[in-house]
């Protein structure tokens, strides 16, 4: 089999074994790139020259290390608003177009240590805003299963290329689906990890109660891989949590007898298409055949969790974008007459209409006069989410849902209408408003489209997820297929 058909533990382990080189593995993987990356545009910086070098001296290193750690050597493309130093970290936003960090984030000094190989900066929505990554400043990434269709997002970028095997894993972040949704859509796994598992620092900032870093890959043992080297408490992020990092991969290959699975009734109700629905529920009861239990569950909130997300997100956006003022960081405006026109006309000219958008919302929603109406009853709100979740964890172990309401839709169906867009996170933001681990893994396809099952589950409990995750995706062969095959 090609090497560009593996994941990252198959990689791993032949690296491992001596058997193939990273420069073999490395090269595989940046000639698929070359026949597709011009295609599907899923890089902003697209550092395959660069990698192949990297992976000559990783060869060297090889032969004369004795032992090397799992992700010695292996390629891995970062979503582009994770800081890289010296490497352009533009948020897909022209107001960060030059911007070359002079630090790394957490996860990718723990990448290096690794000895991973660097493929690229993967395409997002500007400032991870959007479900489609068309409101990236600089151009839309398009899904490898139909180049009409949008990848999602806002780690659309990233998604499209573990879908087109560009690259065997990437990492994404998550603030209401973006991981999970692009995953779905692109037909990759994808994983939310529970907030403060992975360090957030260096990811720069959107919604900083929401935001998670997490991996996205082919397959389910190379997110337990992946969350293997990322997880951990962070002297440098106050919000990541001193939990005992478990060995993830001794979660995949367990059985699943006796687990309970929670079917949340609102999750399965006008809105969800009915054959997303249908392969969504199939892929339940070859779960429940494995000796699963099913148990359906009600959480009466979560319906309201995309309005209260919609006060919440851009809230904390308002205040953590109002570092870009021309001063500090990138892009400035050129004619001004004064200070204070520097700072306008440097944010109008910076930011597109979707990051406007979000800031004028977060700021009326802070506003006096508008905070008890608006942020503080959405903040009420979240927490009532939150208790849903944890009546539903009395009852089960994890939860099942789709990932997302349809499949891929067409570039530009919905970027006149910002609502229809909104509502493609409609089963995803409610598990980042409880702060919980959630998975998306392939299971089916609507009209040669993928399908995304959403694995939901309790806090720092994402073994559980691999786990099944893990049993669904031996059972169902998906993890094989690519497009065009
Ligand atoms: N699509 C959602 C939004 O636009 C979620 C984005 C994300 O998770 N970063 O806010």
Redesign the pocket.
Known sequence: MSLWKKGLKELSDLIQSKEVKPSEVVSAFVERASELEPKINSYVTDLSQQAVEEAKKKDEELAKAESIPPLFGLPVAIKDNISTKGIKTTCSSKILENYIPQFDATVITKLKEQGYVITGKTN??EF????STE?SAFFTTKNPWDYTRVPG???GGSAAAVGAGIVPAALG???????R?PAAFCGVVGLKPTYGRVSRYGLVA??SS??QIGPITRKVEDAALLMNVIAGKDPRDSTSVDREVPDFLSYTGKDIKGIKIGLPEEFFVEGLDPQIKEIVLNAVRQLEKEGAEIIEVSMPTTKYAIEA??II?PSEASSNLARYDGVRYGYRAKDYKDLEEMYSKTRDEGFGA?VKR?IMLGTYSLSSGYYDAYYLKAQKVRTLIYQDFMNAFEKVDILATPTTPDVAFKIGEKTDDPIQ??L??IF??SV?MAGVPGISIPCGFKDGLPVGLQLIGKPFDEGTLLQVAHRYESLSGLSDKFPGE
């Open positions: 997002l929505d991870a805003m959007g479900s409101n997002g806002s780690s972040s998550d603030t209401g689906g973006s991981i949704q959107f919604a929401l935001d997300y919609y997100a979707e979000r867009m909104y493609s996170d995803t933001v980042n």
